[in-house]
């Protein structure tokens, strides 16, 4: 089944790949308005989904945080109808022209956008995500396949149907968007490395490190943030309890949020710091085995370092290449740091926290990648784009060039 | 073995990855200068493994061309040392700010490129690849793993010696390059999906199938070059021979020669083609078989096309996504082509062997990926870079933001 499903995919995409940014805009319009539309269907399905799942979670088969994200209410829905309109507005990140070469005369080299092709999205219960990475994949001229969460399935169902529609409407190939229901479908997808030419989880980290871990395709997003801040000798109390405070609580469950603190041994204001933390409910770890460990809760681990070299070296060996951060008065230290941390994100003096996609001013966000190829750190629309290249010669052969008989130029236009 | 192995070029990647450019330039200069000085015991090296290969080949257990590759030969030494030099002239791939975005008045992203980390290469009885591939590795601020040929081993480590002789005396980490010897040891490889961040195979097409299915590790390369020339109902006769002729005679074993050429119903001129291709030693062959091969010889697949549509269909079908050529005076149908194919390199009026990274001027070339992912097409030293993001702050609580007392500016710098 996933095969058919795939092949149609990718007929779709034979289309979508040069689909004009009007008509993949109108798509995304045509899905706003079917939301605002059909908003009672939807909630009506979500009620659904809310009531098996409270069976669910009293039996203890799932927790509460899985229920709670998993309700669709006003707010989430008038955040997913702003998000597309807000889509709508950003460039067409495809049929870009990154740069154009003469290599001869009358042989000119373009480099251009363009989408990747079929990408498989594979998502927990947090049906709201089924319209915002579809909206990003259409307007990238990209092709899906979806794996929601099954607690979620009636909500899935009707923001699919809405997708579908949308897609009709728009005499868009509604293959486009495709949506698959269960595990085996999930395994078959992670074995189409042919077909399949990126994977996006969207989800905790055992479901990251899962199909990180059973998939040859390229998987974008990060298992783990173990985000450290590093206070260098010359940082400042105040600034040093602020910034810690904010990158611990301001959102402890944020993949982004710190995780252990490291401390120069020559720092004055520790006490401060741990009175700081304490007031404001966050418990302190002082113990090896947690320099691994991502609590995603109010929990923080302290250490010392005898020197920023060590600071560097602990975050290289325990870090997950996510977001770290030094504070420090000294601009030598501070480039230190900034050049040696192997980490997506390297912050001076400022917060964790602003290791985002929306922060960064990319207007969408695909998810924040810990890969050391294609996409790092927060990941935008150009996230889902590679590029090809266009030559445009006048009969041109090679053996002039290798006889001598002609020169390539390669001059940038 | 391989994960000590690993850990030293890790150990080592602490150091190159912010190493100067002048440095790492010194490197590939001493590498030069001792293969200038050590001609005479490479050779011998290499002769060693001639006279072994001799009897292999006696046996069949090696084909004369794998034989012939085997051989460094003066040539080979000039252009090993001429590559160095000339990848010394290129500018640092590595430390290059891409944009600077200002994301309020005291908070400046910047996105600059970076190295990947510890790549895998593995390569086949080609002896040179070890100089040129060592090379970019460390031009990249990179650390390599390889795996050379057995054939070609002691040839290997008298090129691996010199390598680590000039990362010593030009104070460079020696861990970064490394060479392992045996099948396991490319097995064990190929699981360290943990710590190796890119392979890159340097051989036979069944090499880099090979590879691709046995790692969950990114692969920078293409197992096929199925290109396809598409002669389209207006091009001309003269021109459609001349550049059909140099797109597979040229040098039919390179993966950019033509596979298939696909002609219009309405095209005139088959006849005088088939003559023409008949008269330089080409052999014709009109099976649907055939479309998925690749001869890398003197062989080349007909097919007729009812339209271009069709045309477009069977290339994205029955290609490689490597390289594929129009030819045509008619521009609409040259942007559809254009547009529509999905290859990594697509050509209006002039060869498929244009498809390289020399002729592109990316001045040295790593290989031709056909990935959607990171690398698509013929790949240079850019390849072999990631990005970090660096945002300095001035004591920034991302909590400012949510609360609405401070607004991002997001101005690009």
Redesign the interface.
């Known amino acids: 089944m996933i095969e058919e499903i795939t092949k149609s995919a990718k007929n779709a ?2 289309k979508t ?2 689909a004009p940014s009007k008509t993949k805009n109108d798509v995304l319009e045509n899905i706003a308005k079917l939301l605002e539309e059909k908003r009672e269907y939807v909630f009506t399905a979500n009620r659904e989904d809310l009531n098996n799942a409270k069976k669910l979670l009293e039996e203890n088969k799932i927790n509460q945080a899985t229920y709670n994200r998993l309700k669709l209410d006003e707010n989430k829905m008038r955040d997913m109808i702003k998000g597309l309109y807000d889509l709508i507005k950003l460039d067409d990140p495809v ?1 870009n022209v990154i740069w154009t ?1 003469e ?1 001869d005369k009358n ?1 000119i ?1 373009k480099k251009v956008s ?1 989408p ?2 079929i990408i498989g999205i594979i998502f927990e219960a947090r049906p709201d995500c089924i319209i915002q990475i579809s909206s990003l994949v259409i307007k990238s001229g990209n092709c899906a396949i979806l794996k929601g969460g099954s607690e979620s399935i009636e909500t899935n169902k009707a923001l699919f149907g809405i997708i579908r529609d949308a897609l009709k409407k728009s005499n868009y190939p509604v293959d486009t968007i495709n949506l698959v229901y269960t595990r085996d479908d999930v395994k078959e997808m992670l074995a189409y490395d042919k077909y399949i ?2 994977i996006i989880p969207r989800g905790s980290n055992s479901l990251v490190k899962y199909i ?2 059973n ?2 395709i ?1 998987v974008l997003g990060h298992a783990s943030g173990i985000c450290h801040i590093f206070i260098d000798e010359s940082a ?1 109390e105040n ?1 040093v309890n ?2 810690v405070i ?1 990158a611990k609580t ?1 959102y402890p469950s944020a993949c982004n949020a710190v995780e252990t603190i490291l401390i120069h041994k020559n720092y004055p204001y520790k006490k401060s710091l741990k009175e700081a933390l304490e007031k404001a409910g966050v418990k302190i770890i002082d113990n090896p085995e947690s320099y691994s460990t991502e609590y995603g809760d109010k929990i923080v681990s302290f250490k010392t370092a005898d020197s920023i070299n060590e600071a ?2 602990h975050i ?1 060996k325990f870090g997950s290449g996510h977001t770290d951060s030094i504070l420090s008065k000294n601009n030598e230290n ?1 480039e230190k740091f ?3 941390v ?10 964790t ?3 985002d996609g929306f ?3 990319f207007g969408a966000e695909v998810g924040i990648s810990t ?4 996409s ?3 990941v935008g629309l150009e996230g889902l784009t ?14 002039d ?2 006889s001598g008989k002609k020169q ?1 130029s ?1 001059k940038m236009l």
Request: aromatic fraction near 12%; hydrophobic fraction near 30%.
């Open positions: 995409f034979n790949m040069n049929n070469k290599l042989l080299l363009t990747i092709g030419d990126l990180k871990e998939t040859k390229p400042e600034e602020r910034i904010d301001q560097i070296e290289n501070i900034m050049n040696n192997d980490s997506a994100s390297v912050f001076a003096n400022c917060s926290r602003f290791s922060r960064y001013g890969n050391k190829t294609h790092r750190g927060p590679i590029y090809k290249y266009k030559l445009y010669g006048s009969n041109n052969t090679v053996e060039y290798v390539f390669h």
